[in-house]
């Protein structure tokens, strides 16, 4: 792969070209562009001594925290790939997608001492690891290569509940990230940029922590949207002028600021993603703080922004807005025919953004990818002006507070339980998530369960937003 197109090399460049520039802001301090590549430097050598080697991928479980940047470039310098995972997910989900992937090793966030353990009976590497780039020892083991191209893998449960693991390249992200601080308003070189959003998503990982590098935004970076005094209290301090959102997250915002919480004058812009903006809400946010919301639209699949509203003088409530100038957009029927404007119908993209298919699963990428274009498995309708409303999934897919759930992965869970002769998934409205699921249980003749045991035993076993809120036997 050419220089030029390769993510750390973009990121160098900057970082020798300013190294006195605010990169990001950690736990009341800001780090120059000069310490983020010191610690990019120094977790390169401790990845080469540990025996980290050109296509190799190097996973980790951690809250957004500098560490997660610092061991990407750091990976990338050295030729591999970083799959940052949930540290959420249950173990058993956890196994499935590492033995999918095959890291060369593994690093935990502190606390995860029951996942190293079971990483250690697998064989996998792993190592304790803290928030600020510094690494640990680790000796790592010798993996089947696969290309330099690779930047980042995001992990996903499949419709059948296997691993869907989502590579994306250096040119891939490039593309997506150089689309959005190019084409949306606000994205502007020196604007200060909340990274609040999981790292372990595709929009929270390149829309906030990777744009933000490789075009000299300073981010802040919080490891979490909750506890929401921590949230307004960095916006304050940093003068946040681009906040990266999930739709679920605004009324919430808005809760706090009537309740008197100050939300500084320095908030000019939100751009939304994973789920679908209520245009109340749009409203609201725009009488309330005085803010532009630009919704937009995407898949890990596109890396991930496919469309967004651009600015506030063009932008049509009810839409993500246009599709952004590297794609190619169709609209098709289940038959694959291309419809014209105002027709409902399947979106296909098509573009640099688009990944070329999923990890060593031929089998899916033929599912969803043909001649280059690839399947969102999205519902939708274009108008004359080439604005995209989404108007449902394809699938059954749930979206809670801009999550994928997918039923039939709870499902499994679920009838595993003792006494379970079938069970039902579907996703419920919630005023707070958007979406919640509800499972509907068939139990044995004679046997008893009660739904508290079943909606435990699924903490036990899946991320807590893939938990069932409701049974029904």
Known sequence: MRDQERLEAWIER??????????????????????????????????????????ARLACFLPNCPTVLVLSVAAW????????????????????????????????????????????????????IGCEGELPPLRLREVTPESGNLAVIFATSGT?????AVPLTHANLLDNARCVHENIEGFETGRVLMNVLPNFHAFGYTICGLLSLLFGLPQVILPSFIPLKSFFEALRATRTEILIAVPTMLPFILGAVAKGEECPDSLKYILTGGGRLDPTLDTRVRENLGVVVFEGYGLTETSPDVAANRNFATKKIGTVGPALPSFEIQVRDESGNVLGPNREGLLWVRGPSVFSGYFRSPEMTAERIVDGWFNTGDIVRVDDDGYIEILDRA?????????????????TILNQVPGVVMSAVIGIPNAVSGEVPKAFVILKEGVEITAQSLIAYSKEHLAHYKVPRKVEF
């Open 14 to 55: 900057r970082n020798d070209a300013c190294p006195e520039e605010r990169c990001l802001w950690w736990n009341g301090d800001w780090w120059s562009r000069k310490t983020f590549s010191e610690k990019v430097e120094a977790a390169a050598r401790s990845l080469e001594k540990g025996g980290f080697r050109p296509g």
């Open 77 to 128: 310098k050295l030729g591999g790939t970083i799959v940052p995972l949930n540290m959420k997910a249950g173990t058993p989900s956890i196994l499935k997608i590492l033995r999918h992937v095959e890291p060369a090793g593994v690093f935990l966030f502190q606390g995860m001492e029951s996942l190293g353990e079971a990483l250690a009976e697998e064989g996998i590497p792993a190592a304790a």
């Open 160 to 164: 059948t509940g296997d691993p869907k």
């Open 395 to 411: 699938s059954d897919l749930i979206i809670v507070g801009g999550f994928n759930v997918y039923p039939q992965e709870i499902e």
